[in-house]
């Protein structure tokens, strides 16, 4: 069975400090990996990674790749307050909508 | 452009009841997916349906079913409700092109199941 896993299950880091989010996976037919920031209701998008050792960047946050030891890392750098939220990591296989999630990182930046 | 818009926000059940949960996906997106959402779980894929069609199906009981109409709204239904189904409902919409791309969520329904 596909399986996603995100560590830490928590983190609570000041303002200003660099965070880095793990996720590991197992699954069959590896289409691409997603991480979602979710705050309070809906995940908002935030990378769609598919090619090894490729890094995806979009202001402080930053997301890189390694499908032969099947993990990706959601680097975040001088936090912010508004940095607080779960961030998810999602599989998606070949071939269809479905994505599998793992349980989630929730971050907290304290001021 | 609109978003993905759920209905409704928040629904309180007695259990044995059965509950109906409304999803209005983006002008053009022809793909709803459902997730359920708990704090031990995490997200789990329900089902997904693209031009009225269910397409892919996950790991939970017949109790739960969907539909998706010709406008490509979508419906889930929950019978028999258990205290267990308690948890945020999600649906996602998206082109149903089949590559995950351009998922975007709702904010959710909260069932709570007394």
């Known amino acids: 069975e596909d399986k996603v896993v995100q560590s830490p299950l928590s983190l609570v880091v000041h303002e200003g400090d660099t965070v880095t989010l793990n996720c590991s996976y197992e699954?069959?037919?590896?289409?691409?990996l997603l991480w979602y920031k979710q705050e309070k209701k809906a995940p908002t998008f935030l990378f769609m990674l598919?090619?090894?050792?490729i890094e995806k960047k979009s202001g402080r946050l930053s997301s890189i790749l390694d499908k032969k030891e099947l993990f990706s890392i959601l680097n975040i750098t001088a936090t912010q307050t508004g940095d607080s939220a779960i961030y998810l990591c999602?599989?998606?296989?070949?071939?269809?909508?479905?994505?599998?999630f793992g349980t989630g990182t929730r971050l907290t930046i304290i001021p | 452009k609109a978003g993905v818009t759920q209905t409704p926000r928040y629904l309180i059940k007695t259990r044995g009841q059965q509950v109906t949960l409304s999803c209005s996906p983006i002008?053009?997106?022809?793909?709803v997916s459902w997730y359920q959402q708990t704090p031990g779980q995490g997200l789990q894929f329900l089902f997904e349906?693209?031009?009225?069609?269910?397409?892919n199906k996950g790991n939970f009981p017949g109790r739960f079913s969907g539909r998706q109409f010709s406008n490509s709204r979508s419906e889930m239904n929950v019978s028999t409700l258990e205290l267990g189904d308690s948890a945020l409902y999600l649906c996602?919409?998206?082109?149903?092109?089949?590559?995950?791309?351009?998922?975007?969520f709702g904010s959710g329904t909260r069932l709570t199941v007394v």
């Open positions: 996602a919409s998206s082109l149903g092109l089949g590559t995950s791309y351009g998922y975007t």
């Open positions: 699954v069959t037919n590896f289409r691409s």
């Open positions: 999602a599989i998606s296989e070949g071939g269809n909508e479905k994505l599998t």
């Open positions: 598919t090619s090894s050792g």
């Open positions: 002008s053009g997106h022809r793909s």
């Open positions: 349906y693209f031009s009225e069609t269910q397409r």
